[in-house]
């Protein structure tokens, strides 16, 4: 079965940090661009980061630059999600997806993951 799988979500204050993994299985990880997105209550899925396959670009939202890493480790067949400095804005059910670069700049991918709820709050 080819799936990729989100964990590492939770319930974190106002200021803390998270690890977010995306793991694959059933297929080769590092043929792939990996994007994270997320979607909050009433809001469209926004597009917050990717790596290409070889981890050499990437590129962030303004919205989360300078507080958010992504990072993959191929040998592992996982992306990860280092989320810094965390906001109430944050809170959002986390997705990360598997496709082309353009297919995942544009909200699109081949492979989905289930998603993992991300709840800032005091």
């Known amino acids: 079965q080819l799936q990729l799988v989100e964990s590492g979500g939770g319930l974190v204050q106002p200021g803390g940090s998270l690890r977010l993994s995306c793991e694959a299985s059933?297929?080769?990880?590092?043929?792939?661009?990996i994007g994270w997105f997320r979607q909050a209550p009433g809001k469209e899925r926004e597009g917050i980061s990717l790596?290409?396959?070889?981890?050499?670009?990437?590129k962030y939202a303004d919205s989360v630059k300078g507080r958010f890493t992504i990072s993959r480790d191929n040998a592992k067949n996982t992306a990860y999600l280092q989320m810094n400095s965390l906001k109430p804005d944050d809170t959002a059910i986390y997705y990360c997806a598997a496709g082309i670069w353009k297919a995942i700049e544009t909200g699109t991918g081949d492979y989905w993951g289930q998603g993992t709820q991300v709840t800032v709050s005091a």
């Open positions: 790596i290409s396959n070889s981890g050499r670009s990437t």
């Open positions: 059933g297929f080769t990880l590092n043929y792939y661009t």
